[in-house]
């Protein structure tokens, strides 16, 4: 039996909600929210999406952990430290409302981990933990054709225990 690889299964490109890096948080959000669906009491969905620039070409990948940190900014903005002061608190409303975070400041960029379309799953797991990722792009020929995530990669890992 032959041993599965990357572009075996990873998610094709096409199946994934794609965003300009200078999207706002807020339409990132919107963007990713609208691509979950929920059955029964389960949502499902990608928990990325890819980034480009203004010339269409893959830059980065924006991850519901990096929307997550982004959110950060509520944290402070609900601090009970700065809400105390009248101050603090007009500030952080200006804050909140003038925000122009934008994708390409909390996004993934590509250069950090990628793996090879015929990289084998083990090499795939193997890259996922090293780099502290639960989805990576899958390049073939250096061109992005879809993206891998840790569900693909569990999967197929009971071929990997079979006697």
Same mark, same amino acid.
Request: proline share 2%.
């Given at each position: 039996?032959?041993?599965?690889?990357?572009?075996?299964? %990873?998610?094709?490109?096409?199946?994934?909600?794609?965003?300009?890096?200078?999207?706002?948080?807020?339409?990132?959000?919107?963007?990713?929210?609208?691509?979950? =669906?929920?059955?029964?009491?389960?949502? =499902?969905? =990608?928990?990325?999406?890819?980034?480009?620039?203004?010339?269409?070409?893959?830059?980065?990948?924006?991850?519901?952990?990096?929307?997550?940190?982004?959110?950060?900014?509520?944290?402070?903005?609900?601090?009970?430290?700065?809400?105390?002061?009248?101050?603090?608190?007009?500030? %952080?409303?200006?804050?909140?409302?003038?925000?122009? %975070?934008?994708?390409?400041?909390? %996004?993934?960029?590509?250069?950090?981990?990628?793996?090879?379309?015929?990289?084998?799953?083990?090499?795939?797991?193997?890259?996922?933990?090293? =780099?502290?990722?639960?989805?990576?792009?899958?390049?073939?020929?250096?061109?992005?054709?879809?993206?891998?995530?840790?569900?693909?990669?569990?999967?197929?890992?009971?071929?990997?225990?079979?006697?």
């Amino acid at each position: 039996m032959r041993r599965k690889n990357a572009e075996d299964i %990873m998610v094709p490109i096409d199946d994934y909600q794609k965003i300009y890096e200078d999207t706002t948080i807020y339409e990132a959000i919107k963007i990713l929210q609208a691509s979950f =669906h929920k059955d029964g009491k389960a949502w =499902h969905g =990608h928990r990325s999406v890819i980034v480009l620039n203004i010339q269409g070409e893959l830059v980065g990948i924006l991850t519901l952990r990096g929307l997550l940190k982004a959110a950060g900014l509520n944290e402070l903005i609900e601090n009970i430290n700065v809400k105390g002061d009248s101050w603090g608190w007009y500030y %952080m409303n200006q804050l909140k409302e003038e925000s122009r %975070m934008r994708v390409r400041d909390v %996004m993934r960029p590509l250069g950090i981990a990628t793996v090879d379309a015929g990289d084998d799953v083990y090499a795939v797991a193997n890259s996922l933990l090293r =780099h502290q990722v639960n989805s990576l792009p899958v390049l073939k020929n250096g061109k992005l054709i879809g993206l891998v995530r840790t569900l693909d990669v569990f999967t197929v890992i009971e071929d990997y225990f079979k006697i």
